[in-house]
């Protein structure tokens, strides 16, 4: 075994079906977002595709869910509709399960002015 | 020139082979912190991962390193690093060709998610007599090892612009195998600012892929003497970037000494990072024995 035959292995993984984490690409509301009017849901996409068991929950200030309707997962997105939200400051909790199981998670704030 | 001697090469197909095996573990991955692999600070994971190669030009020494961990059981793993190295001091001639093989166990002791906290230990064994006669030293070296890793997500709101920042750090007492060699301190670590940290957590800045996956980063490492006489804590500054990846990563720092017996003039250093958990999540990512935590 040599230097080469390492390198040889590791970059033949480049091209390997594989599946990894899965981070955050891109939110919409994003973090510390200031909004003038609601957001009629959450959407979240990851760099990867999702297990169903992926969550994500949106509470206000007193730690109320202002979720409604059912969380959907598709592809690398997860979608959480909201009820009309008042004008305040929400948080967004996530839960990623990649399709090999691994996970990650992340929170953040945006607001919604009056 | 062989890289490694034939029981080396046999133990590192061994432990590449006996990866296919069971479920892995996230590498750098705790609570909502991602802590990118550093290059001089050893960070505190037991994970999967290659550093292939690892370049450095510092003080009339060139060297290609590798590093390869593999995770024998979750929160346990092994690592096992060789380097070549070329070194020219003025006036004198040229010495170069491989170091001493490096084996390196690591045991997750504990993890607090919520505060983005790793507490791991270790053991790095510099094997002696398995390098080149005229660049490694013949006889043995053990450092036993704490490091850690700290992220600041639990900052409060009036400091969210600080909860990018983490540190990690790494302290070993070194105790050479053989003669009258001094033992030494050897301590470092990475004060890092993470752009993904701050754009997926704190405010979107619109920073963009390329940029928001860059941590901006000042790593440390010194070697402090612990016998009288035996010379002055030496050691080097290195500021950079990492720019990480789903499945590598690349860092890039400057290295500056701290004082003339650490060296003379800025160096360079730069590395290639896998993370095998990512390129093989159903094999070689996994650990050997146990499911993922």
């Given at each position: 075994m040599n230097l080469r035959v390492l390198a040889c292995c590791a970059l033949a993984g480049l091209a390997a079906p594989a599946s990894a984490h899965a981070l955050l690409d891109h939110a919409k509301p994003g973090a510390g977002a200031v909004l003038h009017a609601p957001p009629a849901s959450v959407t979240l996409l990851f760099s990867d595709d999702l297990d169903p068991e992926s969550t994500v929950a949106v509470v206000d200030g007193s730690g109320h869910s202002v979720a409604t309707g059912r969380v959907t997962v598709a592809g690398n997105c997860i979608m959480a509709p909201l009820r009309p939200l008042r004008p305040g400051k929400y948080r967004v909790v996530w839960h990623a399960v990649s399709m090999d199981d691994h996970r990650t998670q992340g929170a953040y704030e945006f607001a919604v002015k009056p | 020139m062989p890289l490694l001697s034939n029981g080396a090469a046999r133990g590192a197909a061994l432990i590449f082979a006996a990866g296919i095996a069971a479920p892995g573990q996230a590498h750098g991955v705790i609570g909502q912190r991602f802590f990118p692999a550093t290059i001089t600070t050893d960070d505190p994971f037991a994970a999967d991962e290659l550093a292939l190669p690892t370049v450095s030009w510092f003080d009339h020494e060139t060297s290609v390193d590798f590093d390869y961990s593999k995770t024998i059981l979750p929160g346990f793993a092994i690592e096992v690093g060789m380097g070549h190295v070329s070194v020219h001091e003025p006036g004198e001639p040229r010495a170069r060709g491989f170091d001493n093989l490096e084996i390196s166990p690591s045991v997750e002791v504990y993890r607090s998610p919520a505060h983005e906290f790793i507490l791991t230990t270790g053991l790095e064994w510099e094997v002696g007599g398995t390098g080149s006669r005229s660049v490694a030293e013949r006889s043995s070296t053990y450092t036993p090892t704490v490091k850690f890793g700290k992220g600041f997500g639990d900052l409060p709101d009036s400091l969210k612009y600080l909860r990018p920042l983490a540190v990690t750090g790494t302290v070993g007492y070194s105790i050479p195998g053989g003669g009258d060699e001094p033992k030494s301190i050897e301590w470092g670590g990475a004060i890092q600012y993470s752009l993904l940290y701050l754009q997926n957590n704190v405010r979107d800045e619109g920073l963009g892929r390329f940029v928001s996956h860059l941590t901006p980063l000042v790593e440390f490492a010194f070697s402090s003497p612990t016998?009288?006489?035996?010379g002055r804590t030496t050691g080097t500054i290195n500021p950079g970037v990492i720019w990480s990846g789903q499945r590598v990563q690349l860092a890039a720092e400057a290295m500056i000494p701290v004082n003339r017996a650490s060296g003379h003039g800025t160096g360079f250093i730069a590395q290639l990072h896998f993370y095998i958990d990512d390129l093989f999540p159903h094999s070689l990512g996994r650990p050997i024995f146990g499911g993922r935590q």
């Open positions: - | 016998r009288s006489g035996a």
